[in-house]
């Protein structure tokens, strides 16, 4: 049975667009190879035919040591394979856009690319240590039947240990997946809350990780988060912990990270607390931010932060007389 892909709606949380979504594209491809490509010739004005050399085969692929993939390029939104570059391939089957188009059989497979962003990385020449070569084997490897318990201890350790190409990749496809989530210890969710709050650099793989701890409901987690969001300046994941907040605690969010304002003295730790305050959305939020300096650009941030008429209605343009 094919690993399917979830929608992370339990709490509520509304997720960003990611910038990679190489995940989906290894979930929903008929054939995942790593391939380079060798030729490419117009069909006609609308289809060329590039065929790629089957570097390695990670599933699907039916044994051919190349493939060839229908592009449209007309289509500006279309990927489409690279020259001479050895990349990972997340295929969809075109047998029946291959017929109608008149194409000989013996020239087959024939594929087509998947539209998701980053399903057509670079990958390095050592295969076996390619981090993306990697994650593209783990998720076959599930596919093909492998237990439920060594895929999730996998996709942990990739999450938590893995090269930032794969990580953020790892954590969503946890966050995404209650199944495997549900066959992590303890231990794993301690470790899986430590990085999301210590992690300052890669904020894309913070939010991954701090939505991930968060959909599972943790205890503590949106303390933890609270902690740690002082040093992060991304306006973004202020965000994102905040929706969290409300999502976990409903209205008790606010007081919460009121709380946690009273401990921050610097200003430049308070803006990302007032930010996660007007995310809340909450209206002990929007009866404290009303009762601040609307003179401090971080309070005027939150007001715009929260949905309430009210709060927009405060920071709005005064209209000139």
Known sequence: MRLPTIACAAI????????????????????????????????????????????????????????????????????????????????????????????????????????????????????????VVRFARLLAASDAGTPPNDTARNLYAMAVEGEPVVRAEAARLLLERPDLRQKLDGLHWSRLIGRAVGETDDIAYKSALAELCAEQRLDGVFDALLVGLGEVKDAGYAATVGRIGKSLHGEDAAAKVLARLQQTAQAERRAPLLLALGATNTAGALDALLRMDRKDPAVVAALKAHRDPKAQEAVAPKPTK
């Open 12 to 131: 509520g949380l509304s997720l960003p667009v990611a910038a990679q979504d190489l995940r989906h594209g290894l979930v929903t491809a008929d054939a995942v190879v790593v391939g380079r490509q060798v030729t490419k010739t117009p069909h006609d004005d609308d289809v060329t035919l590039h065929v790629v050399q089957v570097v390695l085969d990670v599933r699907g692929s039916r044994g051919a040591t190349a493939v060839t993939v229908l592009d449209w390029p007309k289509l500006a939104l279309h990927q489409r394979p690279t020259p001479r570059q050895s990349r990972l391939y997340c295929l969809q089957d075109a047998s029946g856009n291959a017929a109608r188009l008149g194409l000989p059989a013996d020239k087959g497979p024939y594929f087509k690319m998947v539209g998701f962003a980053g399903s057509n990385p670079l990958v390095g020449a050592d295969l076996d240590a390619d981090p």
